[in-house]
């Protein structure tokens, strides 16, 4: 039988695994990603088929030694894929056997959704059939499995995670946010991967999943360094450490840099060219209301961005005809707006991607937290305390206390400080920009800095605002 090996104290029978559900949490930076990452390359390697939904294109790099489809809409898809062709895909991949990863990176939130349930019913009836060893991974799940949300996606998932063995149906779910995945999902999860985590909701989730006194979960959980965990199924628990992915890691590059890019498999032609036709019955005839909607819902969405830019493009035009000319008061004031929204043509389209991935990400916190950015960004340097906060972000102070913001602390966009006020926060967006951007830097140079500080405070600020529709353009 074969062995999955995952690091150097830790091999899984293959059998162990088929229709697991295997959960994978902890912080940011703990080594999650590596360790899905593992398993993933490991499953591969043992001709285990699976579908990857990868919500920051991070997973391609899995091409380096394997034969994977990349589908869907991002930087590094094989062939660019919606709604319409999910289903013939999923049943491709299931029937064929040909792994998949779902690059849904720079869709819409809605397209995404429609595409992914769509992607997994499919394989959930016919995995019915046709009784199938298969894995599905997913990223980021407390998106697609949030806590205490009914959505049928979220449907979906749990019956894939919960009742997929009978199918041989199983899933490897990640996330940096234990708190927010549903709990019923990760209670009954069969394999557990617990890397580190600091704030204390993750901690009372942990407490829950291990068996151990409260103080001794915190002391094992906080002694864990980058790539160890612990590990539980059944009646093995330990601590131990992953080996380092062998392929490409997609998100690990700090800096958008052209980086020398591996040379990555190639799907085969015949697989290209089946895909290749469902893309064709679709072009000539859409399949169902649901993907009708959904591509009109886009369309929408660009010609509301496309009119805006417009509206934007005359009134710089007419501002630069009044700007020579003493235009009345009034206009003056006006004019400093749209000016200003102007800097993103002068900065180089990867800052610009890069900018367009961070936003994307934040459209995915709660709203709060957006507010609450929004808020701190416009007025660098202050700090607020969670009182002033709530006040001026119009949301309870009880949320900013049991829901602080820990994923933009962690990303080091603000900072959070205890003072004899209270708990006050802060925004870091200069400090943030010279390290998330660092490897732009020197080619920016001081002026490009200052715009691309500016460009981020002006997008930033709007986040509160702003439609989750328009979040992919950079
Ligand atoms: N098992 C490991 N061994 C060595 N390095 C690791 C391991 N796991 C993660 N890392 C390093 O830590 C960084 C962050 O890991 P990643 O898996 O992206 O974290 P996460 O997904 O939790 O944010 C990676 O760039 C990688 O270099
Ligand atoms: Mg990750």
Known sequence: MQNLRLGPDLSLPLSEVIGQCV???????????????VIFEELLAARYPLSIVDIDGEYFGLKEKYEVLVVGAGENVDIELDVDAAGGVAELSLREGVPV?????????EERE???????????????KLRKPY?????????????GVRTDLKEVVSRIALRGRKRGLGAVIVSQRSAKVEKDVLTQ?????????????????????????????KEQVTSLGVGECIFLSGQDIRKVRIRPRETFHGGFTPSFKPVETPKLRQVRGEILAAIQKFREGKETAPTSELALKSRLEKLEAELALKEARIRELERRLKDRGNGHHGSPPGVQANAAAPLETGDEDELPPEVLRKVARLLRRLHR???????????LVSREPRAYTTAELAAWIDCAEATL????????????????????????????????????FSGFLPDLGPEGQHLLIAHLRRRLSQLSTAERNFSHIP
């Open 114 to 128: 429609q595409f992914v349930l769509e992607y997994l019913t499919r394989i959930w009836s016919l995995a019915g």
């Open 365 to 375: 916190l709660p709203l709060h937290e957006r507010r609450l950015l929004a808020f």
């Open 23 to 37: 959960a994978i949490l902890g912080i940011r930076g703990s080594g999650k990603s590596n360790t899905a990452g």
């Open 135 to 147: 894995m599905i991974g997913i990223e980021e799940c407390h998106e697609f499995i949030p806590q």
């Open 189 to 217: 999860a069969g394999m557990l991967f617990l890397h580190r985590v600091v704030h204390e909701v993750d901690m009372r989730v942990y407490g829950e999943l291990l068996p151990w006194p409260k103080s001794e979960v």
């Open 101 to 109: 990863i779902l690059d849904v990176s720079d869709m819409l939130a």
């Open 401 to 436: 206390l049991t829901e602080p913001p820990t994923e933009l602390i962690d990303m080091g966009l603000i900072s959070c400080e205890r003072l004899a006020r209270g708990i006050t926060y802060r925004s870091q967006l200069k400090a943030y920009v010279s390290h998330a």
